[in-house]
């Protein structure tokens, strides 16, 4: 699940990298526009502020990061090492 800054949820995560994400939302995003979100990471959130890059037809909305605290950043890249099962647990 994705929130917007309002803390509405906004859509489902299909996909997400160090550098961005795949949202599947009914939101109608314009290319170029930037968002902030929370992206639920494990038992922590993370804040990003997001790009509008590309839209996938029945799947969704491709997003850039354009903004990942240190913090964030490291949190969101022990999550995906951990999801790819190189995290060691």
């Known amino acids: 699940m994705l929130l917007g800054a309002d803390r509405n949820r906004i859509g489902d995560l299909v996909d997400v990298s160090i550098t961005g994400l795949l949202l599947q939302t009914r939101e109608h995003f314009e290319l170029g526009e930037t968002r902030p979100m929370s992206i639920s990471v494990g038992n922590e959130t993370t804040q990003v502020v997001a790009v509008a890059r590309r839209r996938i037809p029945g799947v969704g909305t491709a997003f850039e990061f354009t903004h990942i605290s240190p ?4 949190l969101l ?13």
């Open 71 to 74: 913090r964030d950043r490291e």
């Open 77 to 89: 890249r022990r999550f995906l090492l951990q999801l790819s099962g190189a995290g060691g647990n």
